[in-house]
């Protein structure tokens, strides 16, 4: 019969492909573990500039972000959030405070999609001058955040001055204002 | 002294198992028949001594003996009795002693119960039991001996971490370990029928049983732990994609294809070279979550059981164990001989499918599990999350699923699609009446659409075995798979639902405001400070009033332990039939102008999630499904031995 299944009658060599597949992911993780992960990343870009990236628009009316941006003179909050971040929605009145207060806030979707981010925007509000996407974390790692939401305080010449992991409470936003005005000078 | 006598007995137990190892391998020889006969006893007697040891640690953490490190290090004279106990194993030392307890506590049994199979074949499976516990024992005693003195002991000691103090999380480990560990005996009985080829529908009853019950701990204990992770996080979320909730997802999913090939083997003698990989996939998965978790290779929530000197020492254990297997199956898969053969339309061969749809998302799973590190070998780090996982994943269930519903309807061997699409209407029916439904109803997130229509017409296919049948005379078996399959249909529509329904409500309310969330109507009534035996707190009392009606009240907390000082929230929940009410409280909140002021408004964080129980109601269903077919399988196997023992008596 011409559509029986015969699992069984494999060529001989696919029987070692299982044990390939195996000794590649040893040799993998052996190298992984020869050369330990840097998990400490956190505060080691202060005083550093900003990595160089341009990122597309992540959300309808928002600009997308490059690293220019942030030489212009003035001080940036840059706020690393996603709409799929539940901590981020309880950050966002946070946020729109400190805006009305004056700071200047970008943002860097990670791992977002359009949609999701547009309504995110509509139901939080929008504090972000421009929002740039950011798909496989690789800005948000190579600027030292390990997580969302995180925010950094960038003075006029795109230099990293502060670090803020998790969401930033009310009772943070004096002092955020403090470190924006530390980064005028 | 209790200490030392815990290590004694281990170093017993672990010259057993090297025993046990040598004297299997050595009968399966042309002149080591004699030594087979210690075999089976030196087996139940490391399974006895293991026990044994893990019951004197238990025994350590309960008296609170200060003067071992792992105690001091975990536990604390004022906790809670049941949390003691669960400290034991809410360490590495500890969890890997209950690890080899389980692996040597099923090889006793394995060797006192198992008596289908060919004497040569247990022997291999003993010795490979006993192969692969040496290595874990090597663990244990040379790189983290759980009995370990400290000189000078503490005046007391650093306690347990709050998030571990919670019942749920009493039996999670224990619940996965029994898993994990139970297709130990799985990867033995594949080991054991390579060696000596005999792979059958015998070879597949004696697995089937440690197959199913490794599986329903396996289900269950992601269950709860997906339960945990929702009210113990405070964030609502259920899955998160997190490297451990991987490493427990991956052994299951490689054990449920494992199940239903194993089933395929019994019933039908088909699919042998198959099953044996399965065996041997299964029990490498949990090895590698294990390791992936322990070593600390990848960063995750499950940080306390991190330490990256012993990641070399896993990997070391891991590449003997599986590379062995896989070596063994490379040699002698091809002469397993070939096995039934089945058609394209056939029972048969809708398992295969499923089967291959099951190790495509254990791959995925795998590979977005370990993209970071092959990227970072590159010189590039990234992170994947949900966006990855969640579609990647359904490219694969959703076929799945929809062979699910028609693969129970086929006929072994050989059948006609025809003789079952008049069958298959009803439950196509049912999915499209849901999807246009819920897509006039409001539901736009794609996938939250696809599981929402799917799940119905899922649960009537999962029906449809049972038509025509007297109910009450249906198989255990078929009630079983049935009950398994509904499972899956609730657990998906709830995942759905929380995807769609779900509402949240995020303020700073002052003691006696309201707030309207769905159909609640909740006040924070009060804020009292409450003391627990190891910890204060701040307590909210919310009333909440559904649809109008009589009011309930919710207490969550804002607790804060002293040892070790840390401060968690705890959510409080109330269900009601179509949902649950989510409600946490948080800090009070402060004047924005100046910090020092505070407002006396307390953040409330409330969701409102309709069905969202369906998940973890699903989650048992399927292992509710899981023991009846157990149940089912074990009675069958104990008539028909006590037919074999009556035809010999009588022959006698």
């Known amino acids: 019969m011409s559509n029986e299944v015969n699992p069984a009658k494999a060529p001989r060599w696919t029987l070692w492909l299982p044990l390939a597949l195996f000794l590649g992911f040893v040799v993998l993780v052996a190298a992984g573990l020869m050369h330990p992960r840097d998990t400490d990343i956190d505060s080691q870009m202060i005083g550093k500039p900003l990595p160089a990236f341009s990122l597309r628009a992540a959300s309808d009316g928002r600009d997308g972000l490059s690293t220019s941006d942030f030489r212009q003179g003035k001080p940036h909050l840059l706020n690393i959030f996603a709409s799929w971040c539940v901590p981020c929605g309880v950050e966002a009145p946070v946020l729109a405070q400190l805006q009305r207060q004056g700071a200047i806030i970008d943002g860097i979707a990670i791992r977002d999609h359009k949609a999701d981010l547009n309504a995110f925007l509509a139901k939080n509000g929008n504090p972000y001058q421009k929002i740039g996407a950011d798909d496989v974390s690789a800005v948000q790692l190579a600027i030292g955040s390990s997580g969302v939401p995180e925010t950094f305080v960038i003075d006029g010449k795109g230099i990293i001055r502060y670090q803020h992991i998790g969401d930033i409470r009310y009772e943070e936003i004096p002092m955020m204002m403090q470190k924006l005005k530390d980064a005028e000078s | ?65 200060l003067s071992v490190k792992l105690v001091a290090d975990n536990s604390h004279s004022a906790k809670p009795l049941i949390y003691k106990i669960a400290g034991t194993w809410g360490n590495h030392e500890g969890s890997m002693l209950l690890w080899v307890t389980v692996m040597g506590l099923a090889g006793g049994i394995v060797a006192a119960v198992e008596r289908r199979l060919p004497e040569r074949t247990m022997m291999a499976t003993l010795a490979g039991q006993a192969f692969v516990s040496l290595g874990f024992y090597a663990f244990l005693l040379f790189a983290s001996n759980p009995f370990q003195r400290l000189s000078p002991a503490p005046q007391e000691g650093n306690g347990l971490n709050p998030l571990l103090q919670d019942p749920g999380l009493a039996f999670h480990p224990p619940t996965l370990y029994l898993g994990y560990v139970g297709l130990s005996i799985a990867f033995s009985f594949a080991i054991g029928a390579l060696v000596t080829r005999e792979v059958g529908p015998a070879f597949a009853r004696a697995m089937r049983p440690w197959v199913l019950g490794a599986w329903i701990f396996l289900t269950l204990g992601i269950t709860a732990g997906s339960y945990w992770a929702y009210y113990m996080l405070g964030w609502g979320g259920w899955w998160f994609w997190d490297p451990v909730e ?59 059981a991190v330490d990256p000197r012993r990641g070399g020492f896993i990997l070391a254990l891991l590449a003997i164990n599986i590379g062995a297997a896989l070596v063994l199956f490379a040699l002698r898969a091809g002469t397993v001989t070939e096995g039934e053969r089945f058609e394209v339309t056939s029972r048969e061969a809708s398992l295969v499918f499923n089967n291959v749809m099951l190790s495509c998302i254990l791959g995925i799973v795998l590979l977005g599990t370990l993209y970071p590190l092959v990227t970072e070998a590159m010189g590039v780090k990234v992170s994947v999350g949900p966006p990855y996982f969640t579609p990647m994943s359904a490219v694969f269930a959703v076929p799945m699923l929809v062979v699910l519903a028609i693969g129970p309807m086929l006929r072994w061997r050989h059948d006609r699609f025809a003789r079952v699409r008049a069958v298959l209407a009803m439950p196509l029916g049912v999915t499209i009446v849901a999807a246009v439904g819920f897509a006039l109803g409001g539901v736009r997130s794609p996938m939250a659409l696809l599981a929402l229509s799917l799940a119905p017409g899922l649960g009537v296919a999962s029906l449809l075995p049972l038509r025509g049948r007297h109910l009450a005379r249906a198989p255990l078996s078929l009630w079983g798979m049935v009950v398994a399959h509904v499972g899956i249909a609730v657990a998906l529509f709830g995942m759905g639902a929380d995807a769609a329904f779900t509402q949240q409500r995020l303020l700073a309310a002052s003691v006696g405001q309201s707030t309207q969330l769905g159909p609640w109507r909740i006040t924070l009534a009060s804020i009292e400070p409450v003391a627990g035996p190891n910890w204060t707190a701040l307590e909210a009392d919310l009333s909440a009033s559904y649809a109008g009606g009589a009011p309930v009240h919710l207490h969550p907390q804002s607790r804060t332990f002293w040892a070790p000082p840390q401060t968690t929230s705890v959510s409080a929940l109330h269900t009601v039939w179509n949902g649950q009410l989510y409600t946490v409280l948080g800090e009070e909140t402060h004047d924005a102008s100046s910090a020092a002021t505070p407002t006396g408004r307390w953040q409330l964080r409330l969701w409102w999630k309709p069905f969202v129980p369906m998940i973890w109601l699903g989650g048992i269903l399927v292992a509710l499904g899981g023991l009846l077919a157990m149940v089912s399988r074990v009675r069958q196997d104990l008539k028909r031995r006590s037919v074999r023992t009556r035809s010999r008596e009588r022959k006698a």
Not at chain 2, 6 to 11: E, H, N, P, Y
Not at chain 2, 263 to 282: D, F, Q
């Open chain 2, 246 to 304: 991987n490493a427990s997802l991956m052994p299951w999913l490689a054990a449920t294809a494992l199940l239903h090939s194993v089933s395929v083997l019994a019933a039908r003698n088909a699919l042998r070279a198959w099953t044996v990989m399965l065996g041997v996939v299964a029990f490498s998965m949990s090895m590698i979550g294990t390791f992936l978790v322990r070593s600390g290779i990848l960063t995750s929530v499950h940080a306390f």
């Open chain 2, 1 to 65: 002294m209790l200490a030392e006598l815990g290590l004694a007995i281990l170093w017993m137990a672990a010259s057993l198992a090297g025993l046990q190892l040598i004297a299997g391998s050595f009968s399966l020889t042309k002149d080591g028949d004699g030594l087979g006969a210690i075999v089976r006893p030196v087996a139940i007697v490391q399974g006895v001594l293991v026990a044994l040891a893990f019951a004197s640690l238990i025994m350590l953490f309960v008296e609170t003996d």
